[in-house]
């Protein structure tokens, strides 16, 4: 079965400095990965997806990941935070069921302060 | 504007009522998604439908009925709610033309159940 571990509930950084949340996946296959965010009161935007394409994935508003097949991670990273930044983050896995339903992890909050 | 809408926003009820929750995509996509978001924000599917066929139906109480009269409207039903139904209904769609094609959702619908 298909599963991600964000491995931190709360993450805090000051405005201009790295972002980094961390994601772990259990896969028997070559998993389809996904990053969303999810600002308060609002519903879940996708930031970046990884397919297999290429290891290094880019996103929207800054936000990249990278694919490490040997570690099965797939941590999301932003060089320099923004006050906008925060907010809930969700790794997510497909499944290879027929209609491959996701997975979502247990998501990590994003405190920004000035 | 294209989106995934969802009505209502906000719904207070008390135990023991019937309610519904109405959801409309106009992304020309063909699998729709109810996802409930807990108050640790974790979220799990509930079901899913595909040309107006149920396609997932996870480990939900009988009490939660999805309806989906064609395929841009889905719609959740819940007779005789009880506390723990209180949480944030996400409906979410996607196209599965492409099998990375990712969740769309809408803005959530916040459940409280007194």
């Known amino acids: 079965a298909q599963s991600v571990t964000q491995l931190d509930s709360h993450v805090s950084v000051s405005e201009g400095t790295p972002v980094l949340l961390r994601c772990n996946y259990s896969?028997?296959?070559?998993?389809?990965l996904f990053w969303y965010v999810q600002h308060p009161n609002k519903g879940l935007q996708l930031l970046l997806k990884?397919?297999?394409?290429?290891?290094l994935v880019k996103g929207i508003n800054g936000f990249e990941a990278e694919f490490k097949k040997s570690e099965t991670s797939f941590h999301l990273t932003k060089p320099s935070a923004h006050m906008s930044d925060a907010a809930e983050y969700f790794c997510?896995?497909?499944?290879?069921?027929?209609?491959?339903?996701?997975?979502f992890g247990a998501g990590t909050q994003v405190v920004v302060t000035p | 504007d294209t989106a995934v809408s969802q009505t209502p926003k906000y719904l207070v009820t008390q135990m023991g009522n019937d309610k519904s929750i109405k959801c409309e995509q106009n992304?020309?996509?063909?699998?729709m998604y109810w996802y409930k978001q807990d108050s640790k924000k974790f979220l799990k599917i509930m079901f899913s439908?595909?040309?107006?066929?149920?396609?997932i139906n996870e480990t939900v109480p009988n009490r939660f009925s999805p309806k989906s009269p064609d395929k841009a409207h889905l719609n959740l039903h819940i007779n005789s709610l009880e506390l723990g139904d209180s949480a944030v209904y996400f409906c979410?769609?996607?196209?599965?033309?492409?099998?990375?094609?990712?969740?769309?959702f809408g803005n959530g619908t916040r459940l409280t159940v007194t």
């Open positions: 979410a769609s996607r196209s599965t033309g492409g099998r990375n094609s990712p969740l769309h």
């Open positions: 896969s028997s296959y070559s998993p389809s």
């Open positions: 990884y397919t297999s394409a290429a290891t």
């Open positions: 997510v896995v497909r499944t290879t069921d027929s209609w491959g339903k996701l997975q």
């Open positions: 992304l020309g996509h063909d699998t």
């Open positions: 439908y595909n040309n107006k066929e149920l396609i």
